[in-house]
């Protein structure tokens, strides 16, 4: 359950997000305050048009003119007032989507290892929207709504202070039902918010697991589970719908008690002579227009509580702690010689589970290439995502030309790294982009210069636009050795001084393989390059060798000092020789 305390709580942090734009949120309610004087002006007059002019025919003219121009300024009211607020809301929820959106890319891996690719979307896109339709509603009609009732309140009891009492007795009996059905809207949408995580991340993995689901035959399977999942959001959506449309009822029993009362109470004040016939029904005028304003309130606190349950998922991201900081006081070193020193380096995952690696130490001199091989599950990935920080080791320490890499800037640091990986990364732009992806202002003559180098060139220019072709989401539109060649031609267009390779060729055909070796010689030319080898044939030529095995380096050395060690390097090659196991 959620105290009324927590939620203002965070209701205000929510709203903080509109204080840059105070300026326009003032110029918001003053319109809103000539909108609500407007309005109960509008119903004033009721009382002169039956006590003066139908009644004794005088002052025509100059009643219709009030009633035109309250209506004008009404109008203006409205229209700005509805404007300026949504253009606040808009660019509160703006600011707070792209918060959320930068504070994701600087998490660390541990984080997005515990958070599904679908979930993250949820929060980004069908949060912040439930989140922007209700600041944009609170913010516009809880106070111009709720300044229109102010003053028609004001109206009532300046008018008879004894029948707006009568009136306006039942209120308070509204009020008990309106906060119990507003907790229930709480932790309604707060189910409807996991319905929607799960509906996301069922599209983000049959969509991006197509091909697996056509391979097996799973289309069936994958529709059944979104129908299942759909229809449980539907099932919660129907019950905020039931809930939400008790609201109105409600209200309108307790606006029937008033209007009631107020014929009781007003018969008897009129044959008294205390109030003219203009008078209650000017009163009248005013009850029932007090009606909208009160239901839209009564709205206004159903679509808060679905921006609360949105907001508290944001607000747990938001606050989640970057395991990866930026030191307080960077280092700043240039461009590195490449020089890499582990020093006694131990890692585990912050959510639990054995220890990943165990005293590695080695030390790597600028332009040497150290490769590091060993069976799948031995931590050699893990081991390579900690030099450019994605990770933050348990133990030990790590340098670059001397210096911790804790002390240096995470994007001076990763500036100095290249990354080709075996899965690749292309995003859905141009052949262009995606080479000098992260560099500005790049020529064309640097482009080619890196594609050439990539032997990426020549199937380029056979694209339909060639340096300008879309290639499609994950590069879908390019072959697996083209793929790896755009992404070598970005790590040498970048040019590191330290190169990460990570089973750069292992998911490929042999002639792919061979380009792919050759643009990746050009591009380990004059780099520190660490390599995660899948076949030990291709880091023979290696200056150092690491066995790793049990997340600790069992044997190092060059491939022909360890094929005469007879150890478990010797095993490794003599295994993947004789049977060409693909898992080592």
Do not use: C
């Not at 009129?270 to 009606?291: D, E, N, Q």
């Not at 589970?353 to 290439?369: D, K, N, T, W, Y």
């Not at 030309?401 to 100095?416: C, K, N, T, V, W």
């Amino acid at each position: 359950m959620h105290g009324a305390r927590g939620d203002f709580a965070q209701a205000r942090r929510l709203f903080a997000y509109a204080s840059p734009y105070s300026g326009l949120l003032a110029l918001s309610w003053a319109a809103m305050a000539v909108y609500a004087a407007s309005g109960a002006l509008l119903t004033y007059t009721v009382k002169p048009i039956f006590d003066e002019v139908l009644i004794r025919g005088v002052n025509t003219l100059q009643v219709a003119a009030t009633i035109l121009g309250l209506y004008v300024l009404k109008g203006f009211g409205a229209y700005f007032s509805t404007t300026l607020v949504a253009l606040v809301g808009h660019r509160a929820v703006t600011d707070l989507r792209n918060a959320l959106y930068e504070h994701t890319l600087n998490q660390s891996f541990s984080f997005l290892s515990r958070n599904s690719t679908g979930k993250m979307m949820s929060h980004i896109t069908n949060d912040v929207e439930r989140i922007q339709a209700a600041v944009t509603e609170i913010a516009g009609d809880l106070l111009k709504e709720g300044l229109t009732v102010v003053g028609l309140l004001a109206l009532l009891f300046w008018l008879d202070w004894v029948l707006a009492l009568v009136a306006i007795f039942g209120m308070p009996l509204a009020l008990y039902p309106l906060v119990k059905l507003g907790r229930r809207l709480r932790a309604s949408n707060e189910t409807s918010l996991r319905r929607w995580k799960d509906i996301s991340e069922i599209l983000q993995e049959t969509i991006s697991g197509f091909r697996v689901v056509k391979a097996f035959g799973m289309e069936g399977f994958e529709t059944a589970r979104f129908k299942r999942a759909s229809a449980r959001l539907l099932a919660v959506n129907m019950k905020i719908t039931r809930t939400t449309a008790a609201l109105p009822p409600l209200m309108e029993a307790v606006g029937g008690l008033a209007i009631v009362a107020a014929l009781l109470y007003g018969s008897h004040a009129i044959a008294s002579g205390r109030m003219t016939p203009g008078s209650f029904t000017s009163f009248v005028a005013g009850l029932l227009a007090m009606y909208t304003p009160i239901k839209r309130l009564s709205r206004v606190n159903a679509t808060l509580q679905g921006a609360l349950a949105a907001s508290s998922r944001i607000f747990e991201v938001l606050d989640t702690h970057q395991e990866v900081a930026e030191p307080a006081q960077p280092v700043a070193i240039g461009r590195a010689r490449g020089e890499i020193e582990f020093g006694n380096v131990g890692f585990r995952y912050a959510d639990g589970g054995g220890q990943i690696l165990r005293r590695i130490s080695f030390r790597a001199q600028p332009g040497q290439v150290i490769a590091i091989v060993g069976k799948s599950g031995q931590g050699k990935t893990t081991l390579l995502n900690l030099l450019p920080r994605f990770y933050d080791p348990t133990e030990g320490v790590i340098r670059i030309d001397g210096h911790d890499i804790r002390d240096l800037g995470l994007r001076s640091l990763r500036e100095q790294i290249g990354l080709v990986t075996q899965e690749i990364v292309l995003f859905n732009d141009t052949v262009r982009a995606n080479i000098a992806y992260g560099l500005s202002d790049v020529d064309e003559a640097r482009i080619e210069g890196a594609a050439r180098a990539a032997f990426a060139h020549d199937f380029i220019l056979n694209l339909p636009r060639r340096y300008d072709t879309v290639i499609g989401e994950r590069g879908s539109r390019l072959s697996g050795g083209q793929r790896q060649r755009i992404a070598i031609a970005r790590a040498i267009l970048k040019d590191p001084p330290i190169l990460i390779l990570d089973e750069a060729t292992s998911a490929l055909d042999t002639e792919s393989e061979r380009l792919v070796q050759q643009a990746l010689a050009n591009l380990m030319r004059g780099r520190t390059t660490l390599v995660i080898a899948h076949r030990i044939s291709t880091v023979r030529h290696a200056d150092v060798i690491l066995v790793i095995e049990g997340g600790e380096i069992r044997e190092m050395g060059d491939h022909e000092s360890l094929l005469r060690r007879r150890g478990l390097y010797s095993r490794l090659h003599e295994l993947q020789f004789s049977t060409e196991d693909p898992a080592l």
